[in-house]
């Protein structure tokens, strides 16, 4: 009895997504040691992967709308949509990588496996961006000639290379996090959150190289050299991965996630002419069936909650005929159904960020276009790249993460009595309104640029850029901690990808916004005074860019609000808790425990 109220006390402390010692192994498969794996030392190797593998593939899609226009001769529009579709595919196929891990290969052969495909990726870039014949033919689109666009084999190459590089870093993204996170304990809350704000300064370090010394590269020597570079620091981020592999905790997979929660919904449909007892204890409890109904989790009994109550009928148990055993298809476990209530409970919270992520979209290809019309000129002799202009912010946040972590976070302590600081849905609040003002401030710069007698210095754009930085520090980041801490466990992987999700539906919104918009402003110009629409030209001096940014800066405010409801609506599951109370923990523990103890009492004399 002892041993039994102890387990249960852990995982009550726990929560359901600490990755069990116990249940880790090494490389080769054994046990893990809790002296010689995992910690800081095992994270450090997953965030040098981290830096190189964003420096590598940063270097690529932020300047790739030069590239695409200049040498591929795409129109302007088509430009954008092929980086917003490239990044958008990038983090889509996040989903993938994440249900490969959980499922069938985990964490570290994923990311080893597609970082050499993404690899390939680089070198068939750089490739095709060094052998002329494999290009159309020089022109100069800028003074408006008419330019051979890239098609034929040309074409085929080019979008090749290009998604290799998206299939193999958006299967790799949400590992990088997931396994780096492995490494510690969830109940080392402040560890974990160290964590994650050390991942952000490894992704902005890669970002800041990427967009000052690879841009550079690109601008001065070549884009087959930068992508060359590109290639390089996508390799130096691999040997980091395979240095560590001797000191990391590693998750086994579990099968098919998608197994127990499919069941959850055909017992549910199969059942929803019963009636839901009105009292939640007579719902089955544990799963008394083998084979794929086990929990994905089977150590961790989750607390039933009221929400999505239609699911609670496939808890319910049918006799027939003194048969009590039933199809895992037929019948589920409290566990396993609210499993499936804390997927859906996090959609709403997920969807919320989307739009976030067309503006960011917006920086890496309007925004980059808009600096091309400024005047580039530091001093005499040296231009800053348009492109570059991205670094500013990363510039910022290599301050401000650390000061964050070491300033903030403890002060916010005090009042908040949280390891973190502030929630992670606070923090995530927080990005998305500072976020409106990030287009706000690019609408009024873009018209005092179409209406200036002279050229303006391309620094009037930095505050964009700025801006949104600080909001990604707070957005980014919260909502990966969010989707980690309300991990199951076998599906960190899976949950984190979610994130990265969200940039993909955020810059395929990007390119469906600019297409709607480009026919209904030019439907409506065509009817009044015959002009085009706001977006429908090659050269910005011509089209309407700040109208377009006001437009997102009027719907990035409906966002937040939009966002205010649903994190008041949201209620974590109380055994996904992370945070102990800080007053009478042990006294809590105590009442859930003798809580679940008459539960149990009353399932036993039921079934007598």
């Not at 390089?232 to 560590?244: F, K, T, Y």
């Not at 544990?286 to 929400?307: A, C, F, P, Q, R």
């Not at 202009?389 to 005090?414: D, G, H, N, S």
Request: glycine share 6%; with cysteine; charged share 15%.
């Amino acid at each position: 009895m002892d041993r039994e109220g102890t387990r249960s006390e852990d995982t009550i402390l726990r929560g359901s997504s600490e990755p069990d010692i116990h249940m880790s192994v090494d490389w080769r498969g054994r046990p893990c040691k809790p002296t010689k794996h995992g910690g800081m030392t095992a994270a450090l190797f997953v965030l040098g992967l981290e830096a190189f593998e964003m420096m590598a593939i940063a270097g690529v899609g932020n300047n790739l709308i030069t590239y695409v226009f200049n040498e591929m001769h795409f129109s302007l529009s088509k430009s954008a949509n092929t980086v917003t579709n490239f990044v958008g595919t990038v983090f889509l196929l996040s989903l993938l990588g994440g249900f490969l891990s959980d499922s069938y290969l985990g964490s570290f052969w994923t990311m080893l496996i597609f970082g050499f495909v993404e690899l390939s990726g680089f070198i068939l870039l750089s490739v095709q961006a060094h052998v002329g014949e494999l290009r159309p033919a020089k022109c100069n689109v800028s003074i408006g000639v008419v330019c051979e666009e890239a098609e034929g084999y040309k074409a085929w190459i080019f979008y090749g290379a290009l998604y290799l590089v998206a299939l193999g870093s958006g299967c790799m993204k949400p590992n990088i996090i997931s396994h780096g996170a492995d490494q510690f304990d969830v109940k080392q809350s402040k560890k974990l959150s160290t964590f994650f704000n050390c991942a952000y300064f490894s992704f902005c370090s890669g970002e800041l190289v990427a967009l000052t010394l690879l841009v550079w590269v690109q601008t001065h020597s070549g884009m087959d050299l930068g992508f060359g570079v590109s290639a390089a620091a996508m390799a130096v981020g691999l040997i980091c991965l395979i240095s560590g592999s001797i000191v990391y905790r590693n998750s086994p997979p579990r099968g098919s996630i998608f197994t127990p929660i499919a069941q959850v919904f055909v017992a549910a449909i199969s059942k929803r002419k019963q009636i839901c007892p009105s009292n939640s204890e007579m719902l089955h409890v544990t799963n008394t069936t083998s084979g794929t109904s086990t929990m994905i989790s089977n150590n961790v009994t989750l607390i039933h909650t009221e929400k999505f109550k239609f699911l609670d009928k496939a808890c319910i148990k049918i006799q027939n005929n003194g048969m009590t055993r039933e199809s895992p298809w037929r019948l589920c476990s409290v566990s396993q159904v609210e499993q499936v209530k804390v997927l859906l409970s996090v959609v709403p919270i997920f969807a919320c960020t989307i739009l976030f992520n067309t503006i960011l979209a917006q920086l890496q290809t309007f925004s980059v276009q808009q600096g091309t019309y400024m005047n580039t000129h530091l001093t005499r002799d040296f231009q800053i790249p348009p492109a570059s202009l991205q670094a500013i912010p990363y510039m910022m946040l290599i301050f401000v993460v650390p000061l964050y972590e070491t300033a903030f976070v403890p002060l916010a302590r005090r009042f908040t009595q949280r390891d973190s600081g502030i929630s992670s849905l606070q923090r995530v609040g927080t990005g998305l309104f500072i976020a409106t003002f990030s287009m706000v401030a690019a609408a009024i710069v873009e018209h005092k640029r179409r209406n200036s007698d002279k050229m303006l210095s391309i620094f009037w754009i930095a505050p964009q850029f700025l801006i949104f930085g600080v909001s990604e520090m707070f957005t980014a980041v919260g909502l990966i901690e969010f989707f980690y801490k309300q991990s199951i466990q076998g599906m960190q992987s899976f949950l984190t990808a979610m994130t990265y999700c969200s940039y993909s539906f955020g810059f395929y919104l990007s390119s469906l916004l600019v297409s709607f918009v480009n026919k209904v402003t030019t439907s409506t110009s065509t009817s009044t005074s015959g002009g085009g629409g706001w977006l429908s030209d090659n050269d910005l001096n011509k089209d309407r860019l700040d109208l377009f940014y006001w437009l997102l800066s009027a719907l990035s405010l409906i966002n937040f609000f939009n966002y205010l409801f649903w994190s008041k609506w949201y209620s974590c599951n109380p055994s996904l808790s992370h945070t102990p109370p800080i007053t009478e923990p042990r006294q809590l523990v105590q009442d859930d425990l003798e809580k679940q103890t008459s539960i149990t009492i009353i399932n036993y004399n039921t079934n007598r």
